[in-house]
Nanobody, 122 residues
């Protein structure tokens, strides 16, 4: 069964770093763009980053640009989100998603992970 599984979340102090991983189970990982979204309590899900199929292009939300880096290893069927200089506003559940287009629009992603919590303490 195709699924995405996030790992690497947890609690970190402001200014710290975390790296999220998204393991894809199924076929043709390299045929899909991979996106990252997050949702804080009481807020809507928001776009964080996305990476194209080959990994050649990446796009970020303004709020994380310069601090977060999306990457992927197609040989390992895994996508990553390196998060540096974290602050309290980054506290949220983070989701990876698979789509046919590297876009900020969640409707273009058809397979989602269950999410993982990231908590940044100030």
């Amino acid at each position: 069964q195709e699924r995405l599984v996030e790992s690497g979340g947890g609690q970190v102090q402001a200014g710290g770093s975390l790296r999220l991983s998204c393991a894809a189970f199924g076929r043709n990982f390299s045929a899909y763009a991979m996106g990252w979204f997050r949702q804080a309590p009481g807020k809507e899900r928001e776009f964080v980053a996305t990476i194209t199929r080959s990994g050649a292009n990446r796009y970020y939300a303004d709020s994380v640009k310069g601090r977060f880096t999306a990457s992927r290893d197609n040989a390992k069927n895994t996508a990553y989100l390196q998060m540096d200089n974290l602050n309290a506003e980054d506290t949220a559940a983070y989701y990876c998603a698979r789509g046919t287009v590297a876009t900020s629009t969640p409707q273009h992603y058809t397979l989602w992970g269950r999410g993982i919590q990231v908590t940044v303490s100030s």
